[in-house]
């Protein structure tokens, strides 16, 4: 895990566990300034992609409806705060994934 995900795992965390979706964009839209913070997520997004974080069929077909959005984080633009604010639906899935791996 790279010191970018370490940096903002509380915040990560944070957002995960928010249940209501106008809540979870607000505070993204303030996360999403911080540089460090859109490539935690983008790392946590490629490592799923590239198969470094194992996913259970579960968590597969809970993610397939954000397949689309998430094969477009491998593509290095400026639109990527857009996209994680308004498809940031996927965090909830990725983040325990992510945790459960680190044993936290």
Known sequence: ?????????????????????????????????DKSFCDAIREIVLNTINKVIPLSAIEKKKLKPYKKVLLNFNKRRKNNKKRIIQSGGFLPILIPILLSLLKI
Not at 17 to 33: D, E, H, M, P, Y
């Open 1 to 33: 895990m790279s010191d970018k995900v370490k940096k903002n795992l509380e915040s990560l965390v944070f957002i995960s566990k928010l249940k209501n979706i106008k809540t979870r964009k607000k505070i993204l839209s303030l996360f999403v300034n």
